[in-house]
């Protein structure tokens, strides 16, 4: 089983106070829509943590990362976003039959797939890969669209994936939400 590696951290490099203040609780949201609450991280520019032998933990800037891991809910809402086709392979069938976790059930065939939460929509999202956690990145950088996976749904905005697994992504220099470095998760911790 994997988890998801995106408790999506939020860098905003205009102003923090702005991009918090634009973040909806998650659990009161529009219908079909879906947002992620962040608590501030500060101290920016500290030194790597010598637990760790001065490895991990120094971030030179203050930035905000998710409370919580990305839900089966919140991703739920996403594929049922921009996945009726599922091009890229957002869903794996695994999120339905793992009897150990919450999951997801696909329904329907492509062209037409539906989403729908099996168990707790509040438990993290498992059996999802780097790339889904950028493409759900770039979905909430573009606004959390309707539509195919696409240059406007999923495969630009915090990262340039343009297809299926691309090498050498890294996140754009405008990038909103990102999925947070082994430094950021540390010093969060």
């Not at 992620?36 to 790597?48: D, E, I, S």
């Not at 956690?133 to 749904?153: K, V």
Request: charged share 10%; net charge negative; aromatic share 10%.
């Amino acid at each position: 089983m994997r988890r998801i590696l995106v408790s999506v951290a939020l860098f905003c490099a205009a102003s923090l106070v702005h991009c918090q203040a634009a973040l909806p609780d998650v659990f009161n949201m529009p219908a079909g829509q879906t947002s992620l609450l962040t608590v501030p991280v500060g101290n920016p520019g500290n030194a790597n943590d010598p637990d760790t032998g001065n490895v991990y933990g120094g971030v030179s800037y203050s930035y905000s990362i998710g409370t919580y891991d990305v839900t089966v809910g919140q991703h739920t809402a996403f594929l049922n976003a921009v996945a009726a086709t599922d091009t890229y392979s957002l869903y794996n069938p695994s999120m339905a039959s793992d009897g150990n976790v919450a999951g997801i059930q696909q329904n329907g065939s492509s062209g037409n797939y539906t989403h729908s939460v099996i168990g707790s929509a509040n438990h993290p999202i498992t059996y999802v890969s780097w790339f889904d956690a950028a493409r759900f990145a770039n979905w909430l950088y573009n606004g959390q669209p309707t539509g195919a996976e696409g240059m406007n749904t999923t495969e630009s905005g915090s990262y340039s994936l343009n297809g299926a697994n691309p090498i050498n992504v890294g996140r754009n220099t405008n990038a909103t939400w990102v999925i947070p470095t082994e430094n950021k998760w540390y010093k969060a911790a």
